[in-house]
Nanobody, 124 residues
Framework: QVRLVESGGGSVQAGGSLRLSCAAS????????MAWFRQTPGREREGVAA???????NYADSVKGRFTISKDNAENTLYLQMNSLKPADTAIYYC??????????????????WGQGTQVTVSS
């Protein structure tokens, strides 16, 4: 497993932007599918965006056109650029890694490494 540490969360007004980062302690490189999930109290963890070893991406319908996932293999860092934020985007955001993943999927059960989460709050 790889150790993941998120940063970049915070509070922003609707329409604003934030960029989340996820630093991986181990080699992230070309051997992992990486993703961002989010969760609010009382709800299941929701897949937001994923990127595979070939940099193919996959997004939840709710964030398409607003969020962009990317990674820097040399720096072992995953990013999530979030634009045009809405109050509905308020959640704890988690970074995740799937060591055996071959596609950019959003199925939480297949991710075996998780970060501790970072809070994103969007006010109206």
């Amino acid at each position: 497993q790889v150790r993941l540490v998120e940063s970049g969360g915070g509070s922003v007004q609707a329409g604003g932007s934030l960029r989340l980062s996820c630093a991986a302690s181990g080699y992230m490189g070309a051997y992992y599918t990486m993703a961002w999930f989010r969760q609010t109290p009382g709800r299941e963890r929701e897949g937001v965006a994923a990127i595979d070893r070939y940099s193919t991406t996959n997004y939840a319908d709710s964030v398409k056109g607003r969020f962009t996932i990317s990674k820097d293999n040399a720096e072992n860092t995953l990013y999530l650029q979030m634009n045009s934020l809405k109050p509905a985007d308020t959640a704890i955001y988690y970074c995740a890694a799937d060591g055996s993943g071959v596609v950019a999927h959003l199925v939480a059960a297949f991710y075996n490494s998780w970060g501790q989460g970072t809070q994103v709050t969007v006010s109206s």
